[in-house]
T-cell receptor, first 115, second 111 residues
């Protein structure tokens, strides 16, 4: 298994600002992902974080709004840019060791509130 | 595309009652199926998984069987405890690395 940590655990931000969320894995994982969980809702995949190349975004999510970096096999960042109250959500990262149908291990999430 | 339909609840049970949370899926190919649990204020934890038809995943008294003929992966537990109170998510992972989640079912177990 993998243990995943995220920083910050929560934040309250002003409209129009940006926040970068860090995701650290305790071992090298093949795949890393970012999800959004809006209040009381299920998880929606934002993008797959690719090491050393541009992330692969799901429909409805764009790089300008959610730039992602993954410089190595244990670390990734997600930035939520030019925030609005609609961006208030929990953002979770996950990692898996390999194979497209392998288990994903999740971080504890970052709870973001935009005023 | 791939999708998961899950009994939304909320579900409220007394301690030691039997639990069933229904989950059906639509997918191309042969996805792996998962149940994740989210305790209050925490991230998702893998509860159990099954990777092929007729596989049974089990953990902590919970079980689910991968039924290809009915495209289902229902979660069951014979005797729930107060500590099982959480939100349960059914999910599938397909060949394009896209994990899709159900809506989640909030379970409350009363002593």
């Amino acid at each position: 298994s993998a243990v995943i940590s995220q920083k910050p655990s929560r934040d309250i931000c002003q409209r129009g600002t940006s926040l970068t969320i860090q995701c650290q894995v305790d071992s090298q994982v093949t795949m890393m992902f970012w999800y959004r969980q809006q209040p009381g809702q299920s998880l929606t995949l934002i993008a797959t974080a690719n090491q050393g190349s541009e992330a692969t975004y799901e429909s409805g999510f764009v790089i300008d709004k959610f730039p992602i970096s993954r410089p190595n096999l244990t670390f990734s960042t997600l930035t939520v840019s030019n925030m609005s109250p609609e961006d208030s959500s929990i953002y979770l990262c996950s990692g898996s060791f390999g194979g497209s149908t392998d288990t994903q291990y999740f971080g504890p999430g970052t709870r973001l509130t935009v005023l | 595309g791939n999708s998961v339909t899950q009994m939304e609840g909320p579900v409220t049970l007394s301690e030691e009652a039997f639990l069933t949370i229904n989950c059906t899926y639509t997918a191309t190919g042969y996805p792996s199926l998962f149940w994740y649990v989210q305790y209050p204020g925490e991230g998702l934890q893998l509860l159990l998984k099954a990777t092929k038809a007729d596989d049974k995943g089990s953990n902590k008294g919970f079980e689910a069987t991968y039924r290809k003929e009915t495209t289902s992966f229902h979660l069951e537990k014979g005797s729930v405890q107060v500590s099982d109170s959480a939100v349960y998510f059914c999910a599938l992972s397909g060949p394009n690395n896209d994990m899709r989640f159900g809506a989640g079912t909030r379970l409350t177990v009363k002593p």
